[in-house]
């Protein structure tokens, strides 16, 4: 049976409605679940409450795209095994880069600069986090036209 919580929003106040433990926020409806051991890059998308998560298998197929209330970020990433998790440069990202790194994770920090030539459509917080999936597995140049890591 499923942990549930009666609170929902950031600052934990309750809205009468039921959140289902992170696991059951994931479930993918056609696949039947996350297959974590199959998830190679991930790409996040931080907001003030809720993150997008992309994440992509080593052939490039898409396995988890989701949304992450800010509270479910650091349970998600600690069920998950060490994994590539590339991040946009913002004014939180060094802080969750620590925590990450602290669970194992490689933790790549990209300018939007740089992730921005990846986005296949508009640029919002749905398709961010695709972008940076694809972004921190490509080589990348400096400004200068020196290659990065």
Same mark, same amino acid.
């Given at each position: 049976?499923?942990?549930?919580? &009666?609170?929902? /929003? %950031?600052?934990?106040?309750?809205?009468?409605?039921?959140?289902?433990?992170?696991?059951?926020? =994931?479930? =993918?409806? @056609?696949?039947?679940?996350?297959?974590?051991?199959? #998830? +190679?890059?991930?790409? %996040?998308?931080?907001?003030?409450?809720? !993150?997008?998560?992309?994440?992509?298998? &080593? /052939?490039?197929? #898409?396995?988890?795209?989701?949304?992450?209330?800010?509270?479910?970020?650091?349970?998600? !990433?600690?069920? =998950?095994? $060490?994994?590539?998790?590339?991040?946009?440069?913002? /004014?939180?990202?060094?802080?969750?880069? @620590?925590?990450?790194?602290?669970?194992?994770?490689? #933790?790549? =920090?990209?300018? $939007? &600069?740089? %992730?921005?030539?990846?986005?296949? @459509?508009?640029?919002?917080?749905?398709?961010?986090?695709?972008?940076?999936?694809?972004?921190? +597995?490509?080589?990348?140049?400096?400004? &200068?036209?020196?290659?990065?890591?």
């Amino acid at each position: 049976m499923a942990q549930e919580s &009666a609170h929902d /929003a %950031v600052d934990g106040s309750s809205t009468d409605t039921r959140v289902p433990w992170i696991w059951e926020l =994931l479930m =993918l409806p @056609r696949s039947g679940g996350v297959r974590r051991q199959t #998830v +190679t890059t991930i790409g %996040v998308d931080f907001a003030k409450s809720v !993150f997008q998560v992309h994440g992509t298998d &080593a /052939a490039g197929q #898409v396995v988890i795209r989701s949304q992450l209330k800010r509270r479910y970020v650091l349970s998600f !990433f600690e069920k =998950l095994p $060490p994994r590539l998790v590339g991040i946009e440069a913002c /004014a939180s990202s060094h802080h969750w880069s @620590r925590e990450l790194q602290a669970l194992g994770h490689t #933790v790549r =920090l990209m300018p $939007p &600069a740089y %992730v921005k030539p990846y986005v296949k @459509r508009q640029k919002n917080d749905t398709t961010d986090p695709e972008a940076i999936c694809e972004a921190v +597995t490509r080589p990348w140049q400096d400004t &200068a036209g020196r290659k990065k890591g």
